[in-house]
T-cell receptor, first 115, second 111 residues
Framework: GAVVSQHPSRVICKSGTSVKIECRSL??????MFWYRQFPKKSLMLMAT?????????EQGVEKDKFLINHASLTLSTLTVTSAHPEDSSFYIC???????????FGPGTRLTVL | DAKTTQPPSMDCAEGRAANLPCNHS???????VYWYRQIHSQGPQYIIH???NNETNEMASLIITEDRKSSTLILPHATLRDTAVYYC????????????FGKGTKLSVIP
C-alpha cells in the first residue's frame, strides 16, 4: 500500500513554455500533498504544501505565480511550471499523506530539463 | 521541525548490520523521528518512524534513546541495494506534517 505515482517521469521543454506534472496517490486518499525540488547533489527542498480543495501554501522564496499547484481531488495534485527557464531544470518530487496516516509517501520524481 | 545531525557518509560490508546514527537534541515532545532513504535519481522511500518506543518493521529497526535526543537506524543484513542516502528527520505528528530534509548519510554497502 501507500503508492504515489508521478507523470511524466522525464520531460524536456523549450524555454518559455509551461509544463504540467501530475502526482497521484494510487491506493489511499491524500488529504495533503507536498511538492519538493531537488538540484544535483543537494537535498530535497520543500516548495509548497497543498490540502485538498484549498489553496497551496508556498515556502519562502517560491513564486506562486510561477509554480501553480492544484489539488482538486483526494488522489491528484498537479504542479505547473509556467514560462519555464533553464534555471527551473531540476528533479521535482511530490509526496502525499492520508488523513489517517502520520507519514508522507513519495512519488518517483520528475526530471525537468528546460532548454 | 527539529534539527538533526548525521554523519555524511558510512561504509558497511554486505551481509553485516548497518547502524546509522542521528542526533536530534532539539526534538520536541510531539515530534516523530522519521527515516527515509533515497536511491540515486529516485524519490525518497519511507523506512520507519517512531515517537518514543523502539520500532521494527520488515525493512529496519529504529532505536530511540530514552531522552529522545538521538536514534539509530539498523539495517540487520545490508545488501548492495541498500546503498543510498539515508535521511533522519524530526517531524511533527500534528498540523502540517512538513518534513525538512537535511544532507543525510550516504551509506555505501561494499561487497
Amino acid at each position: 500500500g501507500a503508492v504515489v505515482s508521478q507523470h511524466p517521469s522525464r520531460v524536456i521543454c523549450k524555454s518559455g513554455t509551461s509544463v504540467k506534472i501530475e502526482c497521484r496517490s494510487l491506493d489511499f486518499q491524500a488529504t495533503t500533498m507536498f511538492w519538493y525540488r531537488q538540484f544535483p547533489k543537494k537535498s530535497l527542498m520543500l516548495m509548497a504544501t497543498s490540502n485538498e480543495g484549498s489553496k497551496a501554501t508556498y515556502e519562502q522564496g517560491v513564486e506562486k505565480d510561477k509554480f501553480l499547484i492544484n489539488h482538486a481531488s483526494l488522489t491528484l495534485s498537479t504542479l505547473t511550471v509556467t514560462s519555464a527557464h533553464p534555471e527551473d531544470s531540476s528533479f521535482y518530487i511530490c509526496s502525499a499523506r492520508g488523513a489517517a496516516r502520520d507519514t508522507q509517501y513519495f512519488g518517483p520524481g520528475t526530471r525537468l530539463t528546460v532548454l | 521541525d527539529a534539527k538533526t545531525t548525521q554523519p555524511p557518509s558510512m561504509d558497511c560490508a554486505e551481509g553485516r548490520a548497518a547502524n546509522l546514527p542521528c542526533n536530534h537534541s532539539t526534538i520536541s515532545g510531539n515530534e516523530y523521528v522519521y527515516w527515509y532513504r533515497q536511491i540515486h535519481s529516485q524519490g525518497p522511500q519511507y523506512i520507519i518512524h517512531g515517537l518514543k518506543n523502539n520500532e521494527t518493521n520488515e525493512m529496519a529497526s529504529l532505536i530511540i534513546t530514552e531522552d529522545r535526543k538521538s536514534s539509530t537506524l539498523i539495517l540487520p543484513h545490508a545488501t548492495l541495494r541498500d546503498t543510498a542516502v539515508y535521511y533522519c528527520i524530526g517531524g511533527s505528528g500534528a498540523g502540517s506534517y512538513q518534513l525538512t530534509f537535511g544532507k543525510g548519510t550516504k551509506l555505501s554497502v561494499i561487497p
